[in-house]
């Protein structure tokens, strides 16, 4: 199993950790680091097979339309800024709730 990895600040705090890994990814990880290690004996970082494989992926998704997807979003966000915090678009009552 991986050991636990801790990074500092400048103060010696511990940082809190940039992205959560489920245990078995991470096991996936060691192992394909180990492996990498006992092929050319160099040191192989868990973060170079996830950056690795995600470009792998990536090289088979279809191109973006950059402006396009700008556009779409920026219709949704104008559409959803007349809505309440649920999204359902109807108005929120404050105050106690009515008994009887």
């Keep these: 199993m991986p050991r636990p990895r801790v990074r500092y600040d400048d103060k010696g705090e511990p940082l809190p950790c940039k992205l959560f890994v489920p245990p078995h990814l ?3 990880l060691y192992r394909q680091a180990a492996k990498a290690r006992k092929g050319d004996g160099l040191k192989v970082e868990e ?7 995600i470009e ?3 090289a088979g998704q279809p191109p973006v339309d950059w402006p396009a997807l700008l556009t779409e979003l920026q219709a949704e966000e104008s559409k959803d800024s007349g809505t309440n915090v649920r999204g359902s678009g109807k108005k929120i009552k404050k105050g106690p709730p009515k008994e009887g």
């Design 26 to 28: 991470a096991k996936f």
């Design 47 to 53: 973060t170079d097979i996830v950056i690795e494989l």
């Design 56 to 58: 792998k992926w990536a």
